[in-house]
C-alpha cells in the first residue's frame, strides 16, 4: 500500500540550531518526491522537487535529499522565519492522478 | 511562476446553503484538486479533475460536488452546506507527476 510517513510531528529548535525532517515513504517506482511548506492560514508553498535516489536540491538554509526509502530536510542554522509546517507528497503509484501527503511537521525556531 | 487563486479568502455561510467555490490556474495544467484541511487530519482530497469536463471522487466526495468546463477553472460546490463542512479548502493543479500548486486556500465557516 502507498504510503507517506513524516516525523517528527513537531520539533522546536533554538535559532541556530540545525537539525533534520525525515519523510520515509513506500510506493511502487517513485516519480517524484515534493517538500512543501505551509504557514498558517496560507497553501502549501512548494520548495523542491527529487526523483532519484541521490539527488540534493538546495534553497538558502534548507537541502532536501533523497534515499531509495526516505527524503530528509535538513535545516541549517535556522532563524525564526523558518517557523511553519513543513509537507511532504508523492503520486500515487501509477493508475491515477492523485497524490499522498504526509501529515506534517510543525517547525517551531526560537529566537 | 504558476499561480493559482481562489476567490475568497474567507466565506461564511448558513447550514443548508448552496455554496460554490472557484479556483482559477493560470498555467495550463491538465490536473486540478480540491482538498479540505482540518488540525490533526492533514490534507484530505475531495474531488479532482484530470481533463475538462472529467472529475474523479477523491477519498471524501460525500456532501460535495464539482464543476470543469474549462481548462483553467475548477469549482467546488457544497449542495447543502453542513456545519461539519466548516473547514480549510485548498485547491491545486499540475500536470502529472509534477508538483502541485496551491491556492491560499478558503476558510469556509458554516454557521
Known amino acids: 500500500e502507498d504510503q507517506v510517513t513524516q516525523s517528527p510531528e513537531a520539533l522546536r529548535l533554538q535559532e541556530g540550531e540545525s537539525s533534520s525532517l525525515n519523510c520515509s515513504y513506500t510506493?511502487?517506482?517513485?516519480?517524484?518526491l515534493f517538500w512543501y511548506r505551509q504557514d498558517p492560514g496560507k497553501g502549501p508553498e512548494f520548495l523542491f522537487t527529487l526523483y532519484s535516489a541521490g539527488e540534493e536540491k538546495e534553497k538558502e538554509r534548507l537541502k532536501a535529499t533523497l534515499t531509495k526509502k526516505e527524503s530528509f530536510l535538513h535545516i541549517t542554522a535556522p532563524k525564526p522565519e523558518d517557523s511553519a509546517t513543513y509537507l511532504c507528497a508523492v503520486p500515487f503509484t501509477s493508475g491515477t492522478y492523485k497524490y499522498i501527503f504526509g501529515t506534517g511537521t510543525r517547525l517551531k525556531v526560537l529566537a | 511562476d504558476v499561480k493559482v487563486t481562489q476567490s475568497s479568502r474567507y466565506l461564511v455561510k448558513r447550514t443548508g446553503e448552496k455554496v460554490f467555490l472557484e479556483c482559477v490556474q493560470d498555467?495550463?495544467?491538465?490536473?486540478m484538486f480540491w482538498y479540505r484541511q482540518d488540525p490533526g487530519l492533514g490534507l484530505r482530497l475531495i474531488y479532482f479533475?484530470?481533463?475538462?469536463?472529467?472529475?474523479e471522487k477523491g477519498d471524501i466526495p460525500e456532501g460535495y460536488s464539482v464543476s470543469r468546463e474549462k481548462k483553467e477553472r475548477f469549482s467546488l460546490i457544497l449542495e447543502s452546506a453542513s456545519t461539519n463542512q466548516t473547514s480549510m479548502y485548498l485547491c491545486?493543479?499540475?500536470?502529472?507527476?509534477?508538483?502541485?500548486?496551491f491556492g491560499d486556500g478558503t476558510r469556509l465557516s458554516i454557521l
Open positions: 479533475s484530470y481533463d475538462v469536463k472529467m472529475k
Open positions: 491545486a493543479s499540475t500536470q502529472v507527476n509534477q508538483p502541485q500548486h
Open positions: 510506493v511502487s517506482g517513485l516519480r517524484g
Open positions: 498555467m495550463d495544467h491538465e490536473n
